[in-house]
């Protein structure tokens, strides 16, 4: 089994760009593991130990990643034909409220955002438990377009480019298994009792 799923072709991200379109968000990208988010035309949603957040400020979380130096990688899901902004955002809302807060055993923060990609990718969603699981799944619907990060710079291994002009990279996504992630739940909702 590999140990890394590469992510390629990282740009710097913009506030300009992330306003606009869906995009998988992977916050704290370099910890195992990282939290995982969606965000439409400037919305965010996510589940955690807290609940779910729906309709959160993007601005707000862009703010706070800068603040404090996350290292957050952004995937532009590609816009489905058929669908409209508002009927997505009205779908990863049902999707992220479905779930009472991200428990052990019951949902972590891939939970509804699996769902919202069967549904509207139509992603197999039985053998999806972790995002690397996910991702696949995506490329092969030709769901994911151009990838975005913030305070990544130090996490990425240059792509050389023709003009020799660097900015791009690649970043190795560690490996991990659900129970790294229900033991993030469980340190979670010990900071929270």
């Excluded at 390629?8 to 370099?30: G, K, Q």
């Excluded at 699981?133 to 710079?153: G, T, V, W």
């Amino acid at each position: 089994m590999q140990s890394t799923y590469k992510i390629s072709n990282l740009l710097p991200a913009t506030e300009v760009v992330l306003m606009n379109d869906i995009y998988l968000v992977l916050l704290y990208a370099t910890r195992i593991p990282p939290h995982l988010l969606i965000s439409i035309n400037g919305k965010i949603f996510t589940l955690s130990v807290k609940g779910a957040t729906v309709d959160g400020e993007l601005p707000a979380l862009l703010t706070l990643i800068r603040r404090k130096s996350i290292e957050t990688i952004f995937i532009r899901l590609a816009l489905p034909p058929l669908f409209t902004l508002k009927q997505l955002t009205e779908e990863i809302r049902n999707c992220t409220l479905a779930y009472p807060r991200a428990d052990i055993g019951i949902a972590t923060c891939l939970t509804p955002i699996k769902d919202f990609c069967h549904s509207i990718y139509d992603t197999e969603s039985k053998n999806v438990n972790l995002i690397f699981d996910l991702l696949p799944k995506l490329q092969a619907r030709n769901a994911m377009s151009d990838c975005y990060q913030i305070n990544m710079k130090n996490y990425l291994t240059p792509i050389p480019s023709p003009q020799g002009e660097g900015g791009n990279g690649s970043f190795e996504l560690k490996m991990y298994e659900v129970n790294d992630v229900y033991e993030a739940i469980r340190k979670s909702s010990l900071v929270m009792a």
